[in-house]
T-cell receptor
Framework: DAGVIQSPRHEVTEMGQEVTLRCKPI?????LFWYRQTMMRGLELLIY????????DSGMPEDRFSAKMPNASFSTLKIQPSEPRDSAVYFC??????????????FGDGTRLSIL | KQEVTQIPAALSVPEGENLVLNCSFT??????LQWFRQDPGKGLTSLLL?????REQTSGRLNASLDKSSGRSTLYIAASQPGDSATYLC????????FGEGTQLTVNP
């Protein structure tokens, strides 16, 4: 089992640029989650999908953030335009079909994003 | 708004010691509570998940308890080992999934 795969592992870019983070969930997992982790705010759930459909995006901080899941094996998180305060580690996680977060989630190793 | 607090923020113990990590939450209307560990530079690893109807869950040397009415959970680690060194986070699910800030555990050989 390859686990959840995130790319890139590190991204450094200048403010105003578009940033795209990618995630490949574990095969057979129907739920996918995007998180952001910072020293100031800890770990925050941004959005999650069930069966490729966004269920709750209330954690997405601003309209500059968008997430898509075009198929069961791929998801993206985009930030456009990026700002220095978006600097964080972004995690993707997947799980078996879940309701009310009742299934263990499997996390990728994250993308460390730095906006200069 | 749900708030999750973990005490202590950091803990250092000698190898072999039994220890307890604490997690408290302000809104008892939760569906479940989870404990995770996070190693430096890595994502989270799910350790234990307790449904709201359960009182505890065990996996190997780990035991997690849940007292929903008082808004508390504990993670008990028996016979700690240096490999247990990591940050441990709890998360509660209500309308959303809310994480505590974690306890950084160091087990010294």
């Amino acid at each position: 089992d390859a686990g959840v795969i995130q790319s890139p592992r590190h991204e450094v870019t200048e403010m105003g640029q578009e940033v795209t983070l990618r995630c490949k969930p574990i095969s057979g997992h129907n739920s996918l989650f995007w998180y952001r982790q910072t020293m100031m705010r800890g770990l925050e759930l941004l959005i999650y999908f069930n069966n490729n459909v966004p269920i709750d995006d209330s954690g997405m901080p601003e309209d500059r953030f968008s997430a898509k899941m075009p198929n069961a094996s791929f998801s993206t998180l985009k930030i456009q335009p990026s700002e220095p305060r978006d600097s964080a580690v972004y995690f993707c996680a997947s799980s078996s079909p879940q309701t009310r977060f009742n299934q263990p989630q499997h996390f990728g190793d994250g993308t460390r994003l730095s906006i200069l | 708004k749900q708030e999750v607090t973990q005490i202590p923020a950091a803990l250092s113990v000698p190898e072999g010691e039994n220890l307890v990590l604490n997690c408290s939450f302000t809104d008892s209307a939760i569906y479940n509570l989870q404990w995770f560990r996070q190693d430096p530079g890595k994502g989270l690893t799910s350790l234990l998940l307790i449904q709201s109807s359960q009182r505890e869950q065990t996996s190997g040397r780990l035991n997690a308890s849940l007292d929903k009415s008082s808004g508390r959970s504990t993670l008990y680690i028996a016979a700690s080992q240096p490999g247990d060194s990591a940050t441990y986070l709890c998360a509660v699910s209500g309308s959303r999934l809310t994480f505590g800030e974690g306890t950084q555990l160091t087990v010294n050989p």
